[in-house]
C-alpha cells in the first residue's frame, strides 16, 4: 500500500513538471531574431502551419544550433532561406517580426 501511494505522489509531481515545462515553452522573439542574424538580417518571412520560413540577406549569420536550443524542432537550410520547425508559435513570431521592421 506504501509503494502505491509513493508511486501515485511521483506520477502527481512527473506531471506537474511536464506541464510547467509547456508553459514555458514560449519562444523568446528577441533572442531569435538576433540568431537570426539581426532585424535587418531577414528579408522577408512566411508561415505555413507549424513552419516559419525565413529568407535572409546572409544566411551564415544564423546561429542554427542557438535557435534549435531556443525551441525550434527543426532547422533546413536551402540557399538564402531557413525553414524552421516551430509549432503554433510560427504565426506569431511573423506578425513580431512584421511589427520590428
Known sequence: MEYLII???LVIILLAI???NKKGAN??????????????????TETNL???KVTLKDVS???KEAIQKLGAKGIVEI???LKIILGHES???KKYIDEIK
Do not use: P
Not at 519562444?27 to 522577408?44: A, H, R
Open 7 to 9: 508511486g501515485i505522489i
Open 18 to 20: 511536464l506541464k510547467a
Open 27 to 44: 519562444l523568446d522573439f528577441n533572442k531569435l531574431v538576433e540568431f537570426l542574424g539581426g532585424k535587418e538580417n531577414i528579408i522577408s
Open 50 to 52: 507549424s513552419r516559419f
Open 61 to 63: 549569420k544564423a546561429n
Open 79 to 81: 540557399d538564402n532561406q
Open 91 to 93: 504565426k506569431q513570431l
